[in-house]
């Protein structure tokens, strides 16, 4: 049975940083391409960051110079560091497997900047 249980989400200021973290089971992790993807409130989810099985990246536009995407393949997990942050960032923040698995989804962790 997979499983991906994200954390790390929170309440911040703008300009403020998060670590989100992704902890994955019943997959073969470090073959895994991985992404995290993002839903705002009455919104699409949209993908936010993508990292290979060997550890190329990519970021959405609005994201680039302020997010890292990272991995950790003897923990099964995926990082996103998220510096910098505006209010257009707050979403709930989910990861998953690259292609998407509609099977995957976690419940995601919640992100909200605000002053």
Aim: net charge positive; proline share 4%; aromatic share 10%.
């Amino acid at each position: 049975q997979v499983q991906l249980v994200e954390s790390g989400g929170g309440l911040v200021q703008p300009g403020g940083s998060l670590r989100l973290s992704c902890a994955a089971s019943g997959i073969i992790f470090s073959l895994s391409a991985m992404g995290w993807y993002r839903q705002a409130p009455g919104k699409q989810r949209e993908l936010v960051a993508t990292i290979t099985s060997s550890s190329f990246t990519n970021y959405r536009d609005s994201v680039k110079g302020r997010f890292t995407i990272s991995r950790d393949n003897a923990k099964n997990t995926v990082y996103l560091q998220m510096n910098s942050l505006r209010p257009e960032d707050t979403a709930v923040y989910y990861c998953n497997v690259i292609p998407t698995s509609p099977g995957y989804w976690g419940q995601g962790t919640q992100v909200t900047v605000s002053s």
